[in-house]
T-cell receptor, first 111, second 115 residues
Framework: AQSVTQPDIHITVSEGASLELRCNYS??????LFWYVQSPGQGLQLLLK??????LVQGIKGFEAEFKRSQSSFNLRKPSVHWSDAAEYFC?????????FGTGTRLQVFP | NAGVMQNPRHLVRRRGQEARLRCSPM?????VYWYRQLPEEGLKFMVY????????ESGMPKERFSAEFPKEGPSILRIQQVVRGDSAAYFC?????????????FGDGTRLSIL
């Protein structure tokens, strides 16, 4: 069965530090992969997506993600975190007619 | 330039009452998805609809839950005889063509609280 795993429930970083959020997926075919961000009390905003081609994809707000088929991973990165990046981050895989989400990683940013 | 619109934002019901959640997709989108988010969890797919058709309801509980997307008007998620366990955030998303490669655009959700 298709699934998405985000092994880190909660991550804390200092402002200006680099960030990597992990995502592993289980999917039989070529996956469609997404990262979404959710601020408290809000809906989900798309950060970036991967379908094919270049395995390093750029998104909004300075985020990027790298697709590694051999590791079944799609990790999200940002070189320098801002306090406004504090939020919940969800990795998802597109499966025919639905998205399958991971359980999310909560990012806390200290000044 | 409206995105996906959900209302109400917050809904409080007593056990046994009915809850109706509404979703208007983005302009030009004819595919609607409903997801449920329980506290401290990710989003779980419930149902996928096109205008007047339910395409996939594999994530819907077998009883008390129903969804529709009429020819005119918003999509409605209906929960009859609500119970405490129905307390959650319910999100609606839409896409233009229903293809898995298309990002789904989400509304801000309805937070349902059951007293």
């Amino acid at each position: 069965a298709q699934s998405v795993t985000q092994p880190d429930i909660h991550i804390t970083v200092s402002e200006g530090a680099s960030l990597e959020l992990r995502c592993n997926y289980s999917y039989g075919a070529t996956p469609y992969l997404f990262w979404y961000v959710q601020s408290p009390g809000q809906g989900l905003q798309l950060l970036l997506k991967y379908f094919s081609g270049d395995t390093l994809v750029q998104g909004i707000k300075g985020f990027e993600a790298e697709f590694k088929r051999s590791q079944s991973s799609f990790n999200l990165r940002k070189p320098s975190v801002h306090w406004s990046d504090a939020a919940e981050y969800f990795c998802a895989v597109g499966n025919t007619d639905k998205l399958i989400f991971g359980t999310g990683t909560r990012l806390q940013v200290f000044p | 330039n409206a995105g996906v619109m959900q209302n109400p934002r917050h809904l409080v019901r007593r056990r046994g009452q009915e809850a109706r959640l509404r979703c208007s997709p983005m302009k030009g989108h004819s595919h609607v998805y409903w997801y449920r988010q329980l506290p401290e969890e990710g989003l779980k797919f419930m149902v996928y609809l096109q205008k007047e058709n339910i395409i996939d309801e594999s994530g819907m509980p077998k009883e008390r839950f129903s969804a529709e997307f009429p020819k005119e008007g918003p999509s409605i998620l209906r929960i009859q005889q609500v119970v405490r366990g129905d307390s959650a955030a319910y999100f609606c998303a839409s896409s233009p063509g229903g293809r898995p490669s298309e990002p789904q655009h989400f509304g801000d959700g309805t937070r349902l609280s059951i007293l």
